[in-house]
């Protein structure tokens, strides 16, 4: 069964450190891009960041950007989050997410043209995080 | 301010068609596929729909998306009291380096 189990959230101060962990299964981790995305309470959703299989390319929302790092250990099925500076606005719920890019050919004027889609299909449950003072 | 533009509710009756709107920009719905989600509250979102108008596995068909230009739509058929919770739509943003947008999310209620 494909899963993904997040860990790490909890109460920290304005200011304060968290990192969370999420621990993949049930499919070869190190084959896709995996993303964070935050849910605040009663709020839409709101993707974080995201990582390419071998860390080289790493995006982030502006709002996290020099205070969130995301990071992967394909050795052991793992993303990770770390969370520093926080603020009452980080309040929320973290998901795990795998990160889908379907690669497809098309022919255009004679040359083969290789074109994405993009989609995240698997998430977490979840794990909360809560700033405050 | 969502960079996707849902309405923020919809209603419909059992066995109703009712359709979903998510409106963006050239440098996401206009460059790339549209997914949308289903979120019971209290659990995490489920992928519903995916490049555009593909169903993955165990989705009914009663579930069905489309794509126009900047605009897409999600349209559920045969509604059931099941059918209610929050959808949303997502789409990758090529500005910048690139990024996930969604939509604000649309509340659906089954009367």
């Known amino acids: 069964e494909v899963q993904l189990v997040e860990s790490g959230g909890g109460l920290v101060q304005p200011g304060g450190s968290l990192r969370l962990s999420c621990a993949a299964s049930g499919f070869t981790f190190s084959s896709y891009w995996m993303s964070w995305v935050r849910q605040a309470p009663g709020k839409g959703l709101e993707w974080v960041a995201n990582i390419k299989q071998d860390e080289s390319e790493k995006n982030y929302v502006d709002s996290v950007k020099g205070r969130f790092t995301i990071s992967r250990d394909n050795a052991k099925n793992s993303l990770y989050l770390q969370m520093n500076s926080l603020r009452a606005e980080d309040t929320a719920v973290y998901y795990c997410?795998?990160?889908?890019?379907?690669?497809?050919?098309?022919?255009?004027?004679?040359?083969?043209?290789?074109?994405?889609?993009?989609?995240?299909?698997?998430w977490g449950k979840g794990t909360t995080v809560t700033v405050s003072s | 301010q969502s960079v996707l533009t849902q309405p923020p509710s919809a209603s419909g009756t059992p066995g109703q068609r009712i359709t979903i709107s998510c409106s963006g920009s050239?440098?996401?719905?206009?460059?790339?596929?549209v997914n949308w989600y289903q979120q019971v509250p209290g659990t995490a979102p489920q992928l519903l729909i995916y490049n555009n108008d593909q169903r993955p596995s165990g989705v009914p068909y009663r579930f069905s998306g489309s794509k126009s230009g900047t605009s897409a739509s999600l349209a559920i058929s045969g509604l059931q009291s099941e059918d209610e919770a929050d959808y949303y739509c997502?789409?990758?943003?090529?500005?910048?380096?690139?990024?996930?947008?969604f939509g604000g999310g649309t509340k659906l209620t089954v009367l």
């Open positions: 050239n440098s996401n719905i206009g460059s790339n596929t």
């Open positions: 997502a789409a990758w943003d090529d500005s910048l380096n690139g990024l996930w947008v």
């Open positions: 997410v795998r990160d889908v890019r379907q690669g497809y050919n098309s022919m255009v004027r004679g040359r083969v043209i290789t074109s994405y889609y993009y989609y995240m299909d698997v």
